[in-house]
């Protein structure tokens, strides 16, 4: 066990995790922070998506003990942040849940294309989000919401 | 029976629902599985009288609680159901809340009788129960207005929870509440016209959008209770594998791991690890040193039973369907004959939230959190392990990530895992995770299928003889299900969208085999729809190439008369695709599917291209005929996203394959789901008008795309596919 410093969301906590213990893991059990998802644990499915240091990561395949300094936001934080807002709006607008469980993820990625490409082509969609899994497949509705995200942010 | 006022409050919801249920006659106390009546499926159910108490909860602050008799697993039915009733009581949908129910006997699917999400039947079968309940407490309440007003209660109308009467009078519903809640329910009460309907046949949104959009919704493996523990199990490599001896010092030397134990199993044994946290569990549990004894259960391996399947293909099953002369296609000429053999594999359901469920045993009680498709078994099943009365067993219904049928099992074998391991733990609510791995080689899989099939062709180009033999596990052989579902020795979900087929074919015979194999199978959205569409419609297109004709005329001429759903999907296909289907890019196809499942008939049209050796899907359309769609938003949602749950059946990785009784398979990376590049990249629904009863509509998108897809792959290769799944094209 080590004790770890975190920015989460602009917050600093002190978290104490095993140095193997997944990003993910230390959200979801030591943070209680749910709203970041476990789907596979192997990178594969992209539910337990994060921006650390402005990065879309698979926090399921970080080490706590690799994180460090660089900030952590989730999508907890998303409704305060403005491409964030505007995506969540947009997927609500254009309802595109169904179970709703892999949605974190896609909207952090969603997000992070967002913020580096305000006006994403479906390639630009295809490869930001083409590894995150839904397995109800809400895929049209997920390209329609970010095109309407985009719109509203223009 | 009582609504909930504004001078009751002090009690929680499940209390509410306790002091409910026994004023209605102590319907938790007798939690039974009804077989008679789940053997009557398709007749009338028995009358019943729902008490409106176990379902609506008017609050002080003019909310509307509606209990959702049904698991929401993505289907929609948190958002539909409450909807119904709302649109009956004339609540302020504004104001209205869903949540899901518990176990209890008052939640049971009318037809079914026991408490289930299956067949597509959520709405079909409590829609009129919903448009009751909500038709009744709006009279309860229209006549408490009534009453304090001192006028007719046809003088009064409502809307929007609130009760209008003569003289520009008012009353809240809130207010009225209580005093309706003294009232005795009316035996009946009007429904309303559909052209009265404010919410039914509207588009709505979901209840549930904004919280699954921003994390803060709570799915089971979200829960976290104090004290609680994490439990992970390591199941035996080969199916009904036994624990001969393990060695746990490495396991029990990570920290937070409390406990490691051998646990029986639904087949065999296994070795359960509980400890403070998901990630000490699951590293605890993978560095367990097993002994397994896997001497007495059969191995299973895909390519022995791939041979053994298309020899038994190539043999009589037990008819399930036989019209005309079964000899015929015999007699026709070889050169008049198609000969067809398809393979299916083993599928996993593979939802996104892993399986999971949490047990609090205290002795004489427990509490139990699942996201389960079957609560009646699940409940009575943790009782039983424990020791205890259903009565004494409270059963929550947690929100599930996707299900598709993987969390509707007959043995109940992840809440046994998760009582046994609870029970041990007493006093301490333990969560028992099956991790992805667990979940892609833990088995309750679509059975794999072959198919054999014969035509004759007649000289008019339409089949003129077709005998057809199916082989695959039985999905409910020796389980209560068995006396409903197997007939004459066939498994009805084996045969069903081939034997039931609306194609007008005159000498027509299918068989079946229902081998066992160790090897549990399971329901998988739209069930044996996913094989039986798929050997159906690609032979149909196959035929109307050979016959020169164009694919939807061929259908068209091939549908019996009173095929008037599917008709009428197929006619309004034709017409929207009009616009595109002839005009499309060179290196394009158009593949057509013609399904009807669970009572909705789909009609389907697909515009591919090959893309890195992959079929491209730039568009489809589907119509659709579900009877009256109650939320066509709803509807057009499912279409659009069960497309893709189907082309599971196409991914190249899209297998579950054994070898010397082992999956082969770990985890995303070897079985595969559609990613959004597989996926239609639009996909435009459009619904048949109807007033005809609702029919489902979360299995149907499933078996039209992958047929649909490969009948269009056809015309740009010239290739047929018949070996699921796609490896290559």
Known sequence: ?154 | MRLKSENSTGFSRRGFLRVSAAAAGGLLASLYFDLRSVAQEGQAPPAKIYPPDAFIHIKPDNKIVIQVNRLEFGQGVHTSLPMILADELDADWQQVIAELAPAADVYKDPLYGMQMVGGSGSIAHSFQQYRELGAKTRAMLVAAAADRWKVSPDQCRTEASVVHGPGGKTAKYAELAEAAARRPVPATARLKQPSEFRLIGKPVRRLDSRSKCDGSLKFGLDLDLPEMKVAVVAHPPVFGGRVKGFTDSEARSIDGVREVFEIPLAKGTGVAVVADRFWAAKQARDRLKIEWDLSGVEHADSSQLWTKYKELARTPGNVSVARGDAKAIDQVDAAKRLVAEYEFPYLAHSPMEPLNTTVRFDGDRAEVWAGSQFQTMDHMAVAQVLGLKPEQVTFHTEMAGGGFGRRAVIDSHVQREAAVIAKRLRGTPVKLVWPREDDVRGGYYRPMHAHRVEIGVGPDGMPSAWRHVIVGQSLVAGTPFAAMLIKNGVDATTVEGTADTSYNIPNFQVSAHNPTVNVPVLWWRSVGHTHNAFVMETLIDELATLAKVDSIAYRRKLLKSDAKKLRGALDLLDEKTKGWRDKLPQDHAVGIALHESFGTAVACAVDISIDNKRPRIHRATVAVDCGLAVNPLSVESQFQAGLSFGLSQLMAKGAITLKDGRVEQRNFDGYTPPYIVDAPMAVDVHIVPSTEAPTGCGEPPVPVISPAVVNALARLTGKRYRNLPLATI
Do not use: F
């Open chain 1, 1 to 154: 066990m080590a004790t770890y410093q975190l920015s989460v969301n602009g917050k600093r906590k002190e978290v104490t995790a095993d140095p193997s213990t997944p990003l993910l893991w230390v959200l979801r059990e030591e943070l209680k922070m749910t709203g970041t998802k476990y789907g596979c644990g192997v990178s594969a499915c992209g539910a337990c998506t994060v921006h650390v240091a402005g990065v879309a990561t698979r926090s399921c395949i970080v080490p706590i003990s690799l994180v460090g300094e660089r900030p952590v936001v989730t999508i907890e934080a998303m409704h305060d942040d403005p491409v964030g807002r505007a995506v969540q709006d947009a997927w609500v607008e254009k309802d595109v849940v169904q179970c709703g469980y892999c949605q974190s993820g896609q909207i952090m990625c969603a997000v992070a294309l967002l913020k580096a490409t305000p006006k994403p082509t479906d390639k630009n969609i295809e490869e930001s989000l083409g590894g995150n899994v839904c397995r109800c497949g809400t895929y049209v509705r997920i390209r329609e919401a970010i095109k309407r995200a985009s719109q509203q942010l223009a």
